[in-house]
């Protein structure tokens, strides 16, 4: 008979956990977190220690009363929920509802859902820690002033439903300055001129550079002019070939923001959405005979070490699938890169075992849950491969004085590159990677065109999430369990909306960050949110009392609120009326913003609540009928399709 309680977050955890442990454990899921502050009010005493007040979060009433009464029935409680400062909380939340001792070693964690990791967890229990506790804790509070503070204040000044937030703001602002920037931008011209060349049957292509001693710019059509006629009529000649060896060398292994990029690049997912994969992924998938297997180690990290076990299992399939030639002579380590902070108790984000090949699990998975399994494979098992080695050769040719270049490169060996190869938010114009002809000094190539093209700089793109993420990464701001909520909740709110995968600020975005930037300087301060996530690390590290550091935060904060309170101005917002017409009432439609864009909404509302999405006609007749026109809509998931508006 069961002797023991085990409580984790999820059924599917929960299920891929009892299948190791055996009929002495029952094992159960908390549904998440249990407690949190209440929605109706701030919920923290700051005159007495910034204490919360929790209360129990509605609807989890028949999950505590089955908790309650197995934990009864049993003589030890053990809590095992995610390896993080969120799942120390969820278990200190759990001892404290179930009356279990937390300095005793009520608390199990591990990084992976495997038999063996499962079962040495349960041999080394510990008590709960602290230290995490308080640090999500203190983040939870800090949000929680500054949201229940300063959202009231624009209910009141500007109008109901505003929002404001400590990371979503920052995020906010920096989408807000990238359409700065890019509205600033003066497009400045410029020109390049390719020959088109050929020798021995094989054509090729080469780039002007300069005249013989320094590289030249042409900045206009007369610039480009002047070398072209210079060039038309005199032969080219090969004065220089340097042929040169170079190593490509493997990305690290997945940490949460390099996931969400690649996932971003590579499969189309929003980060959300590879969270939310990757966390069935962690949780379990049941395989057939096999039973329920967790797939891949915790998918919040920052860390890229990778165990000397997973490390040794992948070397030794690398030699029995590839070869000895695709293995380094020492295990590549990855742990200097990590970033700094970075919580070097977690591993990367790796497959329980590089045996378990993406084909063989694939007829247990999802499309998607495959394809994401497929590329945390892919990486892992590519992070230790031989480095690529490239014949690269750069070839400089002379005509009328004017020097040209030609670039390429071929694969001498593959080595990681037959596995994976990491993507780029940059489109790749990479001439080096085109092969050449062989070619010798002295050689003669003839001309067979020249290819003048006017070009004009372009501004900075504007944020996909994988741009976003890797900027609030490099800048410090937020943490792995952060991004992808943060990501949601500024979309959900208004303030920015996605066009062709990219944020683009709303005007309730910009209205709001400017009230901010007047009133709330610190919160939207790039430096101030990073220092306050590393000393949020510190409290974790027990290096700061959370006390200390919201008292440290909340004076300023509150001589700020009260400057709010007396100066902010009454904001009036008004909606840009459009030339439609209601269907329902008559009265004029007005633009609306919404998480995807802009839309007709009724001026009568809430009388009214008719609403339109804005057609955009492309220029098509229907094929079909033959009378309507073909426009862009939006799906309610906002995704972008065509149809006829006949």
């Not at 030794?316 to 699938?321: D, F, G, H, K």
């Amino acid at each position: 008979m069961a002797d023991t309680l085990v409580i984790v977050e999820s059924p599917a955890k929960a299920k891929t956990i009892s299948k190791y442990l055996g009929s002495k454990y029952i094992v159960k899921a908390s549904m998440g977190h249990i407690r949190d502050l209440p929605k109706s009010q701030t919920g923290v005493d700051v005159e007495n220690g910034f204490q919360p007040k929790y209360i129990t979060i509605r609807g989890k009433g028949n999950v505590l009363k089955e908790l309650r009464e197995a934990s009864k029935k049993v003589k030890k409680v053990y809590l095992a929920a995610d390896p993080d400062r969120e799942g120390e909380a969820i278990a200190w939340h759990l001892a404290q509802y179930l009356e279990v001792d937390d300095s005793e070693a009520c608390r199990v964690v591990f990084n992976e859902i495997t038999k063996d990791a499962v079962r040495d967890a349960f041999k080394h229990p510990r008590s709960i820690n602290m230290d995490l506790v308080n640090a999500q804790q203190a983040r939870r509070i800090l949000d929680r002033l500054v949201g229940y503070k300063i959202s009231p204040l624009f209910w009141k000044k500007v109008k109901k439903g505003l929002s404001a937030g400590r990371v979503q703001s920052v995020a906010v602002k920096l989408i807000i300055d990238r359409e700065n920037e890019i509205n600033a931008f003066v497009p400045e011209e410029y020109w390049t001129i390719t020959a088109n060349l050929s020798i021995r049957g094989s054509s090729f292509e080469a780039k002007f550079f300069g005249d013989g001693k320094d590289k030249i710019d042409l900045k206009n059509e007369a610039e480009a002019k002047r070398i072209l006629d210079a060039v038309r009529q005199a032969a080219f000649t090969v004065t220089d070939v340097k042929p040169k060896e170079r190593l490509r060398h493997p990305a690290a292994p997945f940490i949460t923001s390099s996931l969400q990029q690649e996932a971003a690049r590579k499969l189309n997912f929003r980060a959300a959405k590879t969270m939310q994969i990757a966390q069935q992924l962690y949780e379990g998938v049941d395989l057939g005979k096999e039973g329920s297997v967790g797939l891949i180690t915790y998918m919040r990290t920052d860390s890229t070490r990778l165990s000397p076990v997973a490390v040794e299992e992948t070397r030794n399939y690398i030699a029995e699938t590839f070869g000895a030639s695709y293995v380094p002579k020492e295990p590549r380590d990855y742990s200097k890169k990590n970033a700094q902070g970075a919580q070097d108790a977690h591993e990367a984000i790796r497959p329980t075992s590089v045996l378990r090949h993406p084909d063989a699990v694939k007829p247990y998975l999802t499309r998607d849950q495959h394809r994401l399994y497929k590329l945390i494979w892919d990486r892992t098992v590519a992070s230790q491969m031989a480095s690529a080695v490239l014949d690269t050769v750069t070839v400089e040719l002379v005509a009328g004085g004017y020097t040209f270049r030609a670039n390429g490169s071929t694969i001498k060996f593959p080595g990681f590159m037959k596995v994976y190869i990491e993507g780029s938010d940059e489109s790749n114009g990479n001439d080096e990677e085109k092969m050449l002809p062989p070619l010798k000094q002295g050689d003669r190539p003839e001309l067979v065109k020249l290819d003048p093209k006017q070009h004009f700089t372009q501004p900075p793109p504007r944020y996909t999430e994988a741009r976003l993420v890797k900027t609030m990464e490099e800048l410090g701001i937020g943490r792995p369990s952060t991004y992808a909520p943060t990501l949601e909740t500024i979309q959900k709110r208004g303030y920015v909306a996605i066009e062709d995968k990219k944020f683009v600020p709303t005007e309730l975005g910009m209205l709001v960050t400017q009230l901010m930037e007047e009133f709330f300087p610190e919160i939207l301060n790039v430096h101030f949110t990073a220092e306050m996530e590393a000393d949020l690390d510190r409290v974790e590290e027990g290096l700061k009392d959370w006390v200390a550091l919201l008292d440290e935060f909340y004076r300023t904060f509150q001589e700020r609120l009260a400057v709010a309170e007396e100066e902010m101005k009454q904001v009036e917002i008004k909606d840009e009326v459009s030339e439609e017409t209601c269907d329902a009432c008559g009265r004029p439609m007005v633009y609306k913003m919404g998480r995807f864009g802009k839309f007709l909404a009724c001026s009568g509302f809430p009388e009214c609540r008719n609403t339109k999405p804005i057609v955009k006609d492309v220029g098509v007749v229907c094929p079909k009928c033959r009378k309507g026109r073909i426009v862009e809509r939006r799906s309610k998931k906002g995704r972008i399709f065509y149809g006829c508006n006949a």
